[in-house]
């Protein structure tokens, strides 16, 4: 028998960025098990081979329809593992840039609240909808989706059913940019590429950091998360060798 197609492609990396495409539009790229298994996979296997930036996307015309319907009817996987790709891209150390050029619907909109950045498109569409059909959202759904939204936007969008676009995304601040369709890849690569380009160790640290911070309530607090780290950072043979370039620099503007 035939091994099935993936639903994940995971490219090589180019400098440094891994592009992980939801590969299954024939079911609108739904989150079933075998799909987030894969994506769990291939987030530790572009880790494992030295990315130092991660692209998410899908194949068109949908980004992802959520969880798929089979798999929460037959409740065969436990909800936990059905949550696995989300998870791993989540705590992903490294910059995480989603490209959503489609709609994002229920859980799929787990995948792009678990990056660190988000670039839309017009013809994109987030649309929470888990009270439609009768479940209570899950994976950590409310509270990425509050953080980026506040408590009143994922009110109306997860109570009310309100709808996001891609625009209106990035008014809320559900998204950075919203770019053309034929910018989207470019747009997320050039992020990625500029992230995976600056010194691997003090990205990691410095994301690392933000999120620390996120959960402090103490400016006193912050601050001594940043003083460590920063005094780190100034121990690190990359901080001597950027300090020489820019003296270069100056020496030869004064000349």
Same mark, same amino acid.
């Given at each position: 028998? @035939?091994?099935?197609?993936?639903?994940?492609?995971?490219?090589?990396?180019?400098?440094?960025?891994?592009?992980?495409? #939801?590969?299954?539009?024939?079911?609108?790229?739904? $989150? *079933?098990?075998?799909? *987030?298994?894969?994506?769990?996979? /291939?987030?530790?296997?572009?880790? *494992?081979?030295?990315?130092?930036?991660?692209?998410?996307?899908? %194949?068109?015309?949908?980004?992802?329809?959520?969880?798929? #319907?089979?798999? $929460?009817? %037959?409740?065969? =996987?436990?909800?936990?593992?059905?949550?696995?790709?989300?998870?791993?891209?989540?705590?992903?150390?490294?910059?995480?840039? !989603?490209?959503?050029?489609? @709609? !994002?619907?229920?859980?799929?909109?787990?995948?792009?609240?678990?990056?660190?950045?988000?670039?839309?498109?017009?013809?994109?569409?987030?649309?929470?909808?888990?009270? =439609?059909?009768?479940?209570? @959202?899950?994976?950590?759904? #409310?509270?990425?989706?509050?953080?980026?939204?506040?408590? +009143?936007?994922? !009110?109306?969008?997860?109570?009310?059913?309100?709808?996001?676009?891609?625009? &209106? /995304?990035? &008014?809320?601040?559900?998204?950075?940019?919203?770019?053309? &369709?034929? %910018?989207? !890849?470019?747009?997320?690569?050039? #992020?990625?590429?500029?992230?995976?380009?600056?010194?691997?160790?003090?990205?990691?640290?410095?994301? %690392?950091?933000?999120?620390?911070? $996120?959960?402090?309530?103490? @400016? &006193? +607090?912050?601050?001594?998360?940043?003083? +460590?780290? +920063?005094?780190?950072?100034?121990?690190?043979?990359?901080?001597?060798?950027?300090?020489?370039?820019?003296?270069?620099?100056?020496?030869?503007?004064?000349?």
């Amino acid at each position: 028998m @035939p091994k099935p197609a993936d639903r994940l492609v995971a490219s090589r990396l180019t400098d440094g960025v891994a592009v992980l495409t #939801l590969a299954d539009p024939g079911h609108r790229n739904a $989150l *079933s098990r075998r799909l *987030s298994d894969e994506l769990a996979a /291939a987030v530790g296997a572009a880790l *494992s081979d030295g990315a130092r930036a991660l692209v998410l996307t899908a %194949e068109p015309p949908v980004f992802c329809a959520g969880g798929s #319907l089979n798999a $929460l009817l %037959e409740r065969a =996987d436990p909800l936990r593992e059905m949550f696995a790709g989300m998870t791993a891209v989540a705590t992903a150390p490294v910059p995480t840039i !989603a490209a959503v050029g489609g @709609p !994002a619907i229920g859980a799929g909109v787990n995948l792009p609240l678990a990056c660190d950045i988000v670039i839309t498109t017009p013809q994109a569409r987030f649309d929470p909808r888990f009270l =439609d059909v009768g479940i209570h @959202p899950g994976g950590g759904h #409310l509270f990425r989706l509050a953080g980026r939204v506040g408590a +009143q936007g994922a !009110a109306a969008m997860v109570l009310c059913g309100d709808v996001l676009t891609g625009p &209106e /995304a990035v &008014e809320r601040g559900l998204a950075w940019r919203c770019v053309a &369709e034929s %910018e989207l !890849a470019e747009t997320a690569m050039a #992020l990625a590429a500029r992230a995976a380009a600056r010194p691997a160790r003090l990205v990691r640290r410095t994301k %690392e950091s933000l999120r620390r911070s $996120l959960t402090l309530t103490d @400016p &006193e +607090q912050a601050f001594a998360l940043e003083l +460590q780290a +920063q005094e780190w950072s100034m121990d690190q043979p990359e901080f001597a060798e950027a300090l020489a370039r820019v003296r270069l620099r100056i020496t030869a503007a004064r000349r």
